[in-house]
């Protein structure tokens, strides 16, 4: 077992780059959602083709999009937005189940209506929604 003097010795070690973390991996998701949120056009969610991309932008598409997915899904359990979170890293990445995993999380009703709320707050146009999701 670890004793409370080792943890202590840890910390007062990387102090600064923990500090570090922890602002980033709370500004880091507001900004992500934010992003995605207010400047996508309105007809973002109904096209999910993907479309072709270089290799190495897709791959850094991937690096960014993996944090932030795996992010939102600890928030999940945690306080905060984690199902918002979950979906934007989708919505930045070009993984295989990216159109599967988005039409699964946007057919929750209260989360579309967390982010049309975001964008009338904005002043912008709230978003239009696939047919499939509408109830």
Not at 45 to 50: E, N, Q, Y
């Amino acid at each position: 077992m670890i004793s409370l003097e080792a943890i202590s010795s840890i910390y007062d070690q990387y102090q600064i780059w923990i500090n570090v973390f922890v602002v980033a991996s709370l500004v880091f998701p507001i900004l992500a959602i934010l992003s995605i949120v207010l400047f996508a056009p309105v007809d973002f969610w109904l096209h999910s083709a993907k479309r072709a991309r270089f290799p190495l932008i897709q791959f850094i598409r991937n690096i960014v999009a993996l944090p932030v997915i795996l992010t939102g899904i600890v928030l999940c359990f945690l306080p905060g937005q984690g199902l918002l979170l979950v979906l934007v890293g989708f919505a930045i990445s070009d993984l295989p189940l990216k159109s599967k995993m988005t039409n699964r999380l946007l057919r929750n009703k209260q989360l579309r209506v967390s982010i049309d709320r975001l964008r009338t707050l904005a002043n912008k146009k709230k978003f239009l929604w696939p047919d499939d999701f509408k109830s």
